[in-house]
């Protein structure tokens, strides 16, 4: 069996410094789950659980290549199931892209984080186990977080986040386009 890991897009140096700045803030409540660093999951660890990633990788790069670069925008705040607070992402190529990573995985692999649901990218904020989002917890990252939205970026990259302890991951590039100036992010603020 190997280690786990899931597929996604990491986010600008300032949105991640700003997200990880507000959950350092806000998370010191025993009941929030341990934040991981900010990213969008394009495909999910338990998809990926039982597909090795020295299978996977090659044709993860292969996809990416024919999508990247695309932008994405991080438009507004969500929650699931009461218990999880997000910021949507929006963006037709990612969806595009995610879908066909999907499409090549195995037959028997069941990709949706729940049956029967599309995939929604975003990027998790806070969380909670076994209970509802206290209003006021949600209320406060609107608050440290709302500046940055709408927020539009350039993805020009695809991860391999790979576990290393519960809730730490170790990232790695999959696919990278090497004709893009890494030093510029192209982040817009929106507004």
Excluded: W
């Excluded at 190997?2 to 803030?25: C, D, K, M, R, W």
């Excluded at 705040?77 to 499409?103: K, P, R, T």
């Excluded at 170790?170 to 603020?189: A, G, R």
Aim: proline share 6%; net charge negative; aromatic share 10%.
């Amino acid at each position: 069996m190997h280690t786990s890991y899931f597929i996604g897009v990491g986010l600008p140096e300032s949105v991640t410094q700003a997200i990880t700045a507000a959950q350092n803030e806000l998370n010191p409540e025993a009941s929030l789950i341990a934040p991981l660093q900010p990213h969008i999951t394009v495909i999910q660890s338990d998809a990926l659980s039982a597909v090795s990633p020295i299978y996977f990788g090659p044709i993860a790069k292969e996809v990416a290549a024919r999508f990247l670069p695309f932008e994405v925008t991080l438009n507004d705040f969500g929650i699931f199931n009461g218990s999880i607070l997000y910021i949507a992402a929006e963006s037709v190529a990612l969806n595009a892209l995610q879908a066909a990573l999907v499409a090549r995985l195995p037959e028997h692999v069941q990709a949706e984080y729940f049956v029967g649901k599309t995939y929604r990218p975003h990027v998790t904020v806070a969380q909670v186990r076994g209970k509802k989002l206290d209003p006021q917890i949600m209320k406060e990252y609107k608050s440290c977080l709302e500046h940055l939205l709408p927020t539009t970026f350039e993805v020009t990259e695809l991860t391999k986040y790979t576990r290393e302890a519960p809730r730490k991951y170790n990232e790695k590039t999959i696919y990278f386009l090497q004709n893009v100036d890494s030093t510029d992010m192209s982040v817009k603020l929106d507004h």
